[in-house]
C-alpha cells in the first residue's frame, strides 16, 4: 500500500463518524523506485490531506517532509523529490490499518489493505 492510497482510506463501521485518517502499524516495508513526473506531483498536492500524510509518513519511518506544503511546491525540485519517495516509492506490504475512533483494525496484507467490514459493522 502507498500512501498515496492511504491518505484516500477511512474507517466506515456503523457509528464511526471520524474514522480518518487511519493510523498505520507497519510490520514491513519496502522501496520501489518510480520514474519521477513532477507535473503528475504537483497536480496531486492539491488533493492531499497533507497533515494526514505526513503522519503517515512518520508512522512508516519516513522524516524529511514539512508541515505544510511550500508556496513554491510547483519549481521546489528537493521538496518534490521527497514528496515523490513518501507517495510512491514506499510500499507497506505487511501490517495494520487502525481506525483512530472505534480502534477497528483492518490487515495489509501483500500491499494490499483490507477494508471490507464484518456484516454487524454495516
Not at 500512501?3 to 457509528?15: S, T
Not at 493510523?23 to 514491513?28: A, F, L, N, Q, R
Not at 507497506?92 to 472505534?102: A, F, M
Request: hydrophobic residues 45%.
Amino acid at each position: 500500500m502507498r500512501l498515496l492510497a492511504h491518505n484516500m482510506l477511512a474507517c466506515n463501521a456503523k457509528g464511526v463518524v471520524n474514522g480518518f485518517p487511519l493510523k498505520i502499524v507497519p510490520k514491513e516495508t519496502r522501496e520501489v523506485e518510480v520514474d519521477f513526473n513532477a507535473e503528475f506531483l504537483t497536480h496531486m498536492l492539491p488533493k492531499m490531506e497533507w497533515s494526514a500524510f505526513v503522519n503517515a509518513a512518520k508512522e512508516i519511518g519516513l522524516e524529511g517532509l514539512p508541515s505544510e506544503i511550500p508556496d513554491d511546491a510547483a519549481s521546489d525540485e528537493e521538496f518534490l523529490r521527497t514528496f515523490h519517495h513518501a507517495l510512491l516509492e514506499v510500499h507497506v506490504e505487511e501490517g495494520t490499518l487502525v481506525c483512530p475512533e472505534s480502534g477497528r483494525k483492518f490487515p495489509i496484507n501483500k500491499g494490499i489493505p483490507n477494508m471490507l467490514l464484518n456484516e454487524d459493522e454495516v
